[in-house]
């Protein structure tokens, strides 16, 4: 039987330290936001079969208001995680049991399916089935995090709600995500209740 002397063994300890804080996190991108990882999709290459998408704002419900002179809600973001298995060696820590670790620079493409968007063209590509989705194809991959992102503008309909489904698929793996813009009824003042019973 082999013996490890202290020494070695501290060495194995701070290595494995390092390693666990190194997946902890990673470095925030400061030049665009504290709570964003770096992104970099000129390598990115399209999801395996082993890999899933977690959507992280799946369900969303929001109000708008201004139907007549600006139709449109503002901005809403489309957040998830590309996601992969974990490897055997890595299920040996015990205090992560997370089953799923987040992979980086997974490219996807991006589709509304559903629901009415705003006519803003993406500044990568005018087609139709684009219009609302205001993120450029060039930052259509997964963060250093894992986590993918879109920006999406949804219509503010008079009519009632206005469900935006949104696709998000890279080769055969998908998920689909939906936004909910409730426009706000008007308030309805004393007097004009008043004016419409003498009416």
């Known amino acids: 039987m082999i013996k490890l002397s202290v020494k070695f063994k501290k060495k194995i300890a701070i290595m494995f330290l390092i390693i666990s804080l190194l997946r902890c996190g990673a470095y925030p991108d400061l030049a665009e936001a504290p709570g964003t990882c770096f992104l970099n999709c000129q390598t990115a290459i399209i999801g395996s079969t082993e890999m899933r998408i977690r959507l992280l704002n799946d369900g969303t419900s929001l109000t708008c208001e201004g139907i007549g002179d600006a139709p449109y809600n503002s901005i809403v973001p489309v957040r998830f995680v590309v996601e992969r298995k974990k490897l055997p060696e890595e299920m040996s820590n015990p205090e992560n049991l997370e089953e799923y670790v987040p992979v980086p620079g997974i490219s996807f493409e991006s589709l509304i399916l559903g629901g009415q968007m705003s006519p803003q063209k993406n500044p990568s590509d005018s087609r139709d089935k684009y219009d609302g989705i205001l993120t450029p194809m060039d930052d259509w991959c997964s963060d250093s995090c894992g986590v993918g992102s879109i920006d999406?503008?949804?219509?503010?309909?008079p009519i009632g709600i206005n469900t935006v489904t949104i696709l998000v698929h890279s080769g055969s793996l998908s998920?689909?995500?939906?936004?909910?813009?409730?426009p706000v009824e008007p308030?309805?003042?004393?007097?004009?209740?008043?004016?419409?019973?003498d009416e």
């Open 152 to 157: 999406i503008v949804p219509m503010c309909t």
């Open 175 to 182: 998920a689909t995500a939906t936004i909910s813009v409730v």
């Open 187 to 197: 308030v309805v003042s004393d007097e004009d209740e008043d004016e419409d019973e």
